[in-house]
C-alpha cells in the first residue's frame, strides 16, 4: 500500500512543471475546469492554462529554469513538460494562445533544443536560441 501511495507521489510530481515567481493584476490558472487564483509561490502543472487580465502579468520559472513572463491579455499553456534534473533530460511544449510571452529558455532547450517548441494558432515555433518574444494578436480564448 505504501509503495502504491509513493508511486502515485511521484506522479502528482512529475506533473508540476514549474512555480509562479511573479505576479501581478489579474492573474489565473485554468485547471481541470477550475479557475484558481495564482500569487507568487503557486505550482503550475502540465496542462494549466496561465490566463492575465488586462491589467495582469506573471513569470513562472519551470523546472529546467527556463523562464515565461507573460503580459496583459495574455493565454498560455503548457501542454508537455518534463524534465530529469540528474541526466537534464526533458521535453516541452508551450502554446501561446493570445497575448505575449517572453521566454529565456533553460537547461532543456540547451541539450537538447529539438525538443522544445512553442505554438501559436497559426505557427510552431523551434528554439535555436535562448531568448525571445512571442505575440500573438488576436489569439484565441481556447
Known amino acids: 500500500m505504501i509503495v502504491g501511495m509513493a508511486g502515485s507521489l511521484s506522479a502528482l510530481a512529475a506533473d508540476v512543471a514549474g512555480m509562479v515567481k511573479t505576479s501581478s493584476g489579474r ?18 502543472r502540465v496542462a494549466d492554462r496561465v490566463r492575465t487580465g488586462g491589467d495582469g502579468a506573471v513569470g513562472v520559472t519551470l523546472r529546467d529554469n527556463t523562464l515565461l513572463s507573460a503580459g ?3 493565454l498560455v499553456v503548457i ?13 516541452m ?3 501561446v494562445r493570445k497575448g505575449t ?13 529539438e525538443s522544445v517548441d ?7 515555433l523551434g528554439v535555436r536560441g535562448t531568448e525571445f518574444i512571442i505575440e500573438v494578436a488576436g489569439g484565441s480564448n481556447e
Open 118 to 124: 512553442f505554438h501559436t494558432p497559426t505557427s510552431v
Open 101 to 113: 510571452l517572453s521566454v529565456a529558455t533553460g537547461k532543456i532547450a540547451k541539450r537538447t533544443p
Open 27 to 44: 492573474v489565473v490558472i485554468e485547471r481541470q475546469g477550475e479557475t484558481l487564483p495564482a500569487p507568487v509561490g503557486t505550482q503550475v
Open 72 to 74: 496583459p491579455g495574455s
Open 79 to 91: 501542454d508537455k513538460f518534463a524534465f530529469d534534473s540528474s541526466t537534464l533530460d526533458g521535453r
Open 93 to 95: 511544449s508551450v502554446g
